[in-house]
């Protein structure tokens, strides 16, 4: 699948419709779900999942992964959009929160959450889900948008389910023992 996602397109930055948002998660999940069917690699099936998304979301102007490099840090992994923040303290942050909690982060006003990391300046809102690896959060899917209020909790939930699947049990996630993975959390803002 090599052609991206089979969807009508649609401008970036555009704000559709809580119907049909749904619907396009909805046409696009059996296209995602083939494209990493059998995949092990939790780093293919991340750039995988921030591309065909990134079709998927017009809304969206971020869409990509932190992975969790340490016991307290997840560092960017792929995504589509402008320059990431680098590290995310799970202490910090719309990704902090999800990490550190292990729940869905649905923000429909970053300004309004207190340890809001700006890492674009014009993201006005934002949407956080887990994924689990190995009964841990392994990395969090991170959605901006720039426009206010932009996600919405059935669009969460069919996310949620989305990775599910696409990060199932069979993914070959790297050993992780809580101060092996990634570089010292000290170093990290």
């Known amino acids: 699948m090599s052609e991206g996602i089979a969807l009508p397109p649609v401008a970036r930055g555009t704000l559709l419709g809580a119907a049909d948002k749904l619907e396009r998660i909805a046409e696009a999940t059996p296209q995602i779900l083939a494209a990493v ?13 921030a591309c065909l998304l990134w079709e998927t979301l017009p809304h969206a102007s971020w869409a990509g992964f932190y992975r969790r490099t340490g016991p307290r840090m997840l560092s960017v992994g792929p995504y589509q959009g402008p320059m990431g923040c680098l590290h995310i303290a799970f202490d910090r942050g719309v990704c902090g929160a999800c990490a ?9 006003d ?4 207190a340890s809001h990391i700006a890492c674009d300046g014009a993201t006005r809102s934002e949407l956080v889900l887990p994924v689990f690896g190995r009964g841990e959060v392994r990395a969090v ?6 426009a206010l209020a932009a996600f919405d909790e059935a669009e969460a939930r069919a996310l949620e389910a989305l990775l599910a699947r696409a990060f199932h049990d069979a993914i070959d996630w790297p050993a992780f023992s809580h101060g092996a993975l990634g570089t010292p959390d000290a170093r990290r803002a």
């Open 100 to 108: 550190h909690s292990g729940k869905t982060q649905l923000v429909p």
């Open 37 to 49: 069917d059998g995949e092990r690699d939790p780093i293919v099936v991340q750039t995988t999942l």
């Open 141 to 146: 899917l991170d959605l901006d948008s720039h």
């Open 110 to 113: 970053v300004n309004a959450f």
